[in-house]
């Protein structure tokens, strides 16, 4: 996907320090008041989700959007697929802005519309017309995804949901088609106790996803091979280094992690899961957490009682949300002080009715 260019910044932005970027902000919400939304996911940085009015992972916040019909402006601090989906929820009259256009999603951008569509008729072709096939599509994913799926008679599902979306979709037909993220589809599949021969990775731009005719028409789920960059950068390994450091900590992962990382973690979940089971566990208590570094950090600080690390000795950062910063925050809440809209978030109407189709059946599981 292409994202819309950025506009340049005026130099005042760049200009003023963290204190004044603050106050400012501060500042203008008072201003703006209750025609403001501002959302925000875990993974943002401290100086952005400060100044947010709801935070939460990406089912959270599109309930959030959903349910926000007294908000004239939303500002979505995440990435572009999760604007797109609160601008999907909202109503014709209200505005969701995305503090900084280039914030896009690598794992969105391995399953595009066409490619998927393509895949799709191919599968269709390989197992035959009459065998009922299930889309389902991970949230971080396009609006013209959501779309394709929501015409195919399929789910959007979230790593807080999977597993349900997941044994809704197979209730619903014999196969499901499970996109873009690969673990997550694997992790849920496992779950629910679906044996490893019956699950089959389509592998992108390959004929039938490098695989054969009669192994298609044996599986119950296929999956496509995309991933998050963050998630993939944990491994089994380390998981087996902070045991033998300390025998006694906890390991939890998001299921955006391969199989084996998942495999040899005590629990794995969203981030909602993961911040949940911190914050409920004993003073004392000791954490290796495989996610994004910023919640991992925010953990730490909120809970000084617990012994609170990331999984990786390297920083898991996503590169794409971090391009939220405040000065892009303030920016935009100056222009709707001063009557202006900038950085617009819109879905055009057929691509939105179709979407919404997905999304209204993930909120209805």
């Not at 995440?78 to 909202?90: K, R």
Request: charged share 25%.
């Amino acid at each position: 996907m292409t994202l819309p260019r950025q506009a340049d910044l005026p130099d005042s932005y760049a200009a003023a320090g963290e204190p004044a970027l603050t106050e400012r902000i501060v500042a203008r919400k008072a201003e703006l008041a209750d025609r403001l939304l501002i959302l925000c996911h875990h993974y943002q940085q401290e100086t952005v989700f400060a100044h947010a009015d709801v935070t939460g992972d990406s089912l959270k916040l599109a309930r959030a959007a959903a349910s926000a019909r007294d908000r004239r402006f939303i500002v979505f601090c995440g990435v572009h697929f999760m604007a797109e989906s609160a601008d999907i929820l909202t109503g014709a009259d209200q505005i969701v802005i995305l503090p900084d256009l280039r914030a896009g999603c690598s794992m969105a951008d391995m399953a595009g519309q066409e490619e998927v569509a393509e895949a799709w008729q191919e599968l269709l072709d390989a197992v035959g017309q009459q065998m009922r096939i299930i889309p389902i599509t991970y949230v971080n994913s396009s609006a013209r995804l959501k779309a394709l799926v929501g015409q195919k008679g399929g789910s959007v599902c979230t790593s807080s949901n999977a597993e349900r979306v997941l044994t809704w979709g197979l209730g619903q037909g014999e196969k499901v088609f499970f996109f873009p993220d690969e673990h997550l589809g694997r992790n849920s599949a496992a779950a629910l106790g679906i044996p490893e021969d019956e699950v089959l990775l389509w592998r992108r731009g390959k004929p039938l996803g490098g695989n054969s005719a009669a192994a298609l028409k044996k599986a119950k789920v296929i999956l496509w091979n995309g991933y998050c960059t963050v998630h993939m950068q944990f491994t089994a390994e380390h998981v087996r280094q902070w045991r033998a450091k300390e025998p006694d900590i906890r390991v939890i992962v998001h299921p955006e992690c391969r199989r084996e990382v998942v495999q040899e973690a005590d629990i794995y979940g969203s981030t909602e899961r993961i911040i949940q089971a911190v914050r409920d566990s004993p003073a004392g208590a000791k954490w290796a957490i495989g996610t994004e570094i910023n919640l991992v950090n925010r953990l730490a600080r909120l809970h000084p009682d617990k012994g609170i690390h990331s999984l990786s000795p390297f920083q898991c950062l996503c590169s794409t949300m971090y391009r939220i910063k405040p000065t892009y925050l303030l920016w935009v809440l100056d222009n709707l002080a001063a009557g202006r809209i900038v950085n617009r978030i819109t879905v055009d109407q057929e691509t939105a009715a179709q979407a919404r189709i997905a999304l209204d059946r993930m909120l209805e599981i």
